[in-house]
């Protein structure tokens, strides 16, 4: 199957709210980072009048939405495809899941796992609602939550603002446990984020850019596949993106380790060939393939479990069980194992299974 292949980030801020770049700067910082599209979601503002192509770069408008009363704050969610403001219903996390729905829009939970860092006076803001329904799905890795994560003295702080690759490994476990807990029961789609703000800290006579919106849109990369390519209209295009993050037809993927472009998961049942994000029905076996652009450590999960793994760029495995089966890949670097690239499931179902 032949699929178009694009590029983005999601999940940063403007200068609409704590960003320190307008939707213009922005879309001239992703259009030098070779991004196909980005989505600023600013905090509890739907920025109107700024989406459309810019140059090759096609720049989207979504919303974070949270209680800024609530303590301990909690509960962020990212929503996509909307023309109406939903911050109003912030207080209740599933109002807002229904309000963003109700437009026909598609949401997914941000950093459902945070981990505070003291030493900088950064709180931790994870999910806590989990008897919401009716999300699309859960940003499995957030790049700026996880680099918080991984700051416990100030040497470490003034470590990582500087070589950040050193510390940052791929989404947390307790999140990809949470996610396949999920998918047990009903799709989840996974997507990731970068949580860009490009702030400036100082420490003493240190002045540092933590981080730049070009180093997180080089790093964090949300790639999408649609048969329809782009065709430079905005309302085809968006739909060509959302419809892609709709139905999990994506990958998260940490592009500093290596190109992820050209990455695929796909599943063949007789004549019936589906990619990640999609259901196949096993009549006798599925062969699920995996080819990667360069060599990595790949697994292959059925379940949350791993069923198979290899190192190279190419995984052949036969299933005979239905289940939940997605992809792991991992490059060394810094004398450890990274993250690479995490797929979104293929959904192996029996004959006439709900």
Same mark, same amino acid.
């Given at each position: 199957?032949?699929?178009?292949?694009?590029?983005?980030?999601?999940?940063?801020?403007?200068?609409?709210?704590?960003?320190?770049?307008?939707? &213009?700067?922005?879309?001239?910082?992703?259009?030098?980072?070779?991004?196909?599209?980005?989505?600023?979601?600013?905090?509890?503002?739907? *920025?109107?009048?700024?989406?459309?192509?810019?140059?090759?770069?096609?720049?989207?408008?979504?919303?974070?939405?949270?209680?800024?009363?609530? &303590?301990?704050?909690?509960? /962020?969610?990212?929503?996509?495809?909307?023309?109406?403001?939903?911050?109003?219903?912030?207080?209740?996390?599933?109002?807002?899941?229904?309000?963003?729905?109700?437009?026909?829009?598609?949401?997914?939970?941000?950093?459902?796992?945070? /981990?505070?860092?003291?030493?900088?006076?950064? !709180? *931790?803001?994870?999910?806590?609602?989990?008897?919401?329904?009716?999300?699309?799905?859960?940003?499995?890795?957030?790049?700026?939550? &996880?680099?918080?994560?991984?700051?416990?003295?100030?040497?470490?702080?003034?470590?990582?603002? @500087?070589?950040?690759?050193? *510390?940052?490994?791929?989404?947390?476990?307790?999140?990809?446990?949470?996610?396949?807990?999920?998918?047990?029961?009903?799709?989840?789609?996974?997507?990731?984020?970068?949580?860009?703000?490009?702030?400036?800290?100082?420490?003493?006579?240190?002045?540092?850019?933590?981080?730049? @919106?070009?180093?997180?849109?080089?790093?964090?990369?949300?790639?999408?596949?649609?048969?329809?390519?782009?065709?430079?209209?905005?309302? /085809?295009?968006?739909?060509?993106?959302?419809?892609?993050?709709? &139905? $999990?037809?994506?990958?998260?993927?940490?592009?500093?380790?290596?190109?992820?472009?050209?990455?695929?998961?796909?599943?063949?049942?007789?004549?019936?060939?589906?990619?990640? $994000?999609?259901?196949?029905?096993?009549?006798?076996?599925?062969?699920?393939?995996?080819?990667?652009?360069?060599? *990595?450590?790949?697994?292959?999960?059925?379940?949350?479990?791993?069923?198979? /793994?290899?190192?190279?760029?190419?995984?052949?495995?036969?299933?005979?069980?239905?289940?939940?089966?997605?992809?792991?890949?991992?490059?060394?670097?810094?004398?450890?194992?990274?993250?690479?690239?995490?797929?979104?499931?293929?959904? !192996?179902?029996?004959?006439?299974?709900?």
């Amino acid at each position: 199957m032949n699929f178009n292949e694009y590029v983005g980030n999601v999940h940063l801020h403007t200068t609409c709210s704590d960003g320190t770049a307008t939707h &213009e700067e922005i879309a001239r910082i992703a259009q030098s980072a070779r991004l196909d599209f980005v989505i600023p979601t600013d905090h509890n503002v739907l *920025a109107k009048g700024k989406e459309g192509w810019y140059g090759p770069t096609l720049l989207l408008v979504g919303e974070e939405i949270h209680d800024t009363q609530r &303590e301990p704050e909690a509960n /962020h969610y990212l929503a996509f495809n909307i023309t109406k403001d939903v911050a109003p219903y912030a207080q209740d996390p599933q109002a807002v899941i229904d309000a963003v729905n109700a437009q026909g829009g598609l949401g997914f939970i941000a950093h459902p796992f945070e /981990h505070s860092a003291p030493v900088v006076n950064e !709180a *931790a803001f994870p999910w806590v609602d989990w008897t919401v329904t009716g999300y699309t799905g859960l940003e499995i890795w957030n790049y700026m939550s &996880e680099f918080k994560a991984h700051l416990p003295n100030m040497f470490r702080v003034v470590l990582l603002a @500087y070589f950040p690759q050193t *510390a940052m490994r791929g989404p947390f476990p307790e999140t990809l446990a949470q996610w396949d807990e999920l998918l047990r029961t009903r799709k989840v789609v996974a997507i990731c984020g970068s949580d860009a703000h490009a702030t400036t800290y100082r420490l003493g006579l240190l002045v540092r850019e933590v981080f730049s @919106y070009k180093h997180l849109f080089q790093a964090s990369g949300l790639h999408i596949l649609s048969a329809e390519g782009f065709n430079g209209q905005l309302d /085809h295009d968006k739909k060509v993106i959302y419809e892609a993050l709709r &139905e $999990g037809h994506c990958f998260t993927a940490y592009d500093l380790l290596g190109d992820t472009r050209g990455f695929r998961f796909v599943a063949r049942s007789g004549a019936v060939e589906v990619i990640m $994000g999609d259901e196949i029905t096993l009549q006798s076996q599925i062969l699920f393939e995996v080819s990667s652009p360069q060599r *990595a450590h790949i697994h292959l999960l059925k379940d949350g479990t791993v069923v198979a /793994h290899t190192r190279g760029k190419k995984l052949r495995y036969t299933a005979r069980e239905q289940g939940v089966y997605r992809v792991e890949a991992y490059r060394r670097c810094l004398f450890r194992e990274r993250g690479w690239v995490f797929t979104n499931p293929i959904y !192996a179902r029996a004959p006439n299974s709900s």
